[in-house]
């Protein structure tokens, strides 16, 4: 599986995005999928996942701003970003099972 994630971008604080992550290949065994996040000197941390099933697990600094959801026909996830700081600045991963898409910058400007 292939994963191409886009929709990063230097955006002010209040402001939203939103990512895309599309796959190629065979995703039928994949049970979860979801966004991850990474600032430098410090391990990649997860910020939503959704299981097969469509339960969705988000961070507790995202709850209420971020909206992650799944196009099973278009093999691709979102993330939407509502409200972002500038703490939310880093490069965003999407994750299909065990694969992981090139990182996507986003960046809050305060």
């Known amino acids: 599986v292939q994963l191409q994630a886009s929709g990063g971008g230097l955006v002010q604080a209040g402001g939203c995005l939103r990512l895309s992550c599309a796959a190629s290949g065979n995703i039928d065994s994949i049970i979860t999928l979801g966004w991850y996040r990474q600032v430098p000197g410090k391990d990649r941390e997860l910020v939503a996942s959704?299981?097969?099933?469509?339960?969705?697990n988000y961070a507790e600094s995202v709850k209420g701003r971020f909206t992650l959801s799944k196009d099973n026909a278009r093999k691709s996830t979102y993330l939407q970003m509502n409200n972002l700081k500038p703490e939310d600045t880093a490069v965003y991963y999407c994750?299909?099972?065990?694969?992981w898409g090139k990182g996507t910058q986003v960046t809050v400007s305060a």
């Open positions: 994750r299909f099972g065990v694969s």
């Open positions: 959704i299981t097969d099933s469509g339960a969705i």
